[in-house]
């Protein structure tokens, strides 16, 4: 059971309005009431594979993630925590051999737990925490936890509007272009990718935002600000 300090910080994610608060403030409660130094939240697509940075926290402040983007399918543990939608916790020695180096070496990580973001049983976002002590292995109950967290404090987002905040850059420029009546083949030039790759974005923010067609998708986007 979760302390009666995390179930209110639940509760205050629920009440807050702007997307970019309820991700930080979920991300900060990772630290604030758990045994990690550092938390980190990512978007995660199935469609694309693709993971992308939105924040991440410690102890002393808050900090954005917008550099960071990779195949999530390239990073074996954890692509297979999100497939089998469960937590992974990497030793030192795993971590190095995982994780690519140029992040190895940026954020001096050094153990690693990855908990996957599960909305309507798709993952749709990755939380990466960092132990406070090197040297002292995260145990299965406090991966539990944080996991119940977790949980607890999407699905009550989830309860009065979707998930927006898990949108990554792409899919909120997508849902943009389409609020300006632009379509597919305008929309490839412009962001520089294929007609093929702007269509798993828009597929990708639909399902996030747990709604059936663009129209519905563009017109929650605008409802919550997140386009204007």
């Not at 990690?36 to 469609?47: T, V």
Request: charged share 20%; aromatic share 6%; proline share 4%.
């Amino acid at each position: 059971m979760l302390a009666e300090t995390v179930m209110n910080h639940v509760k205050k994610i629920t009440h807050q309005k702007e997307g970019a608060n309820k991700s930080q403030m979920i991300i900060r409660g990772c630290v604030d009431f758990f045994p990690f130094h550092r938390a980190s939240l990512f978007s995660y697509s199935s469609l694309t594979g693709i993971g992308e940075g939105i924040c991440a926290c410690t102890r002393e402040n808050t900090f954005s993630l917008e550099h960071v983007k990779e195949n999530i399918h390239d990073i074996y543990p954890i692509h297979q925590a999100v497939i089998h939608n469960q937590p992974i916790y990497l030793t030192f020695q795993h971590a190095k051999s995982a994780i690519p180096a140029k992040y190895i070496k940026r954020f001096n990580i050094a153990s690693l737990a990855i908990i996957p973001i599960i909305v309507k049983e798709t993952v749709i976002g990755i939380v990466l925490v960092d132990p406070k002590k090197h040297n002292e292995p995260v145990t299965k109950n406090d991966l539990m936890m944080l996991s119940h967290y977790l949980k607890l404090a999407v699905s009550s987002t989830c309860n009065t509007d979707s998930p927006q905040y898990l949108l990554s850059k792409r899919e909120v420029e997508v849902l943009q272009h389409l609020a300006n009546g632009l379509g597919l083949k305008q929309m490839a030039p412009k962001m520089k990718v294929s007609e093929y790759t702007v269509r798993d974005h828009i597929s990708s923010a639909i399902r996030k935002l747990g709604v059936t067609h663009r129209t519905e998708a563009v017109a929650v986007a605008l409802r919550n600000k997140m386009i204007i």
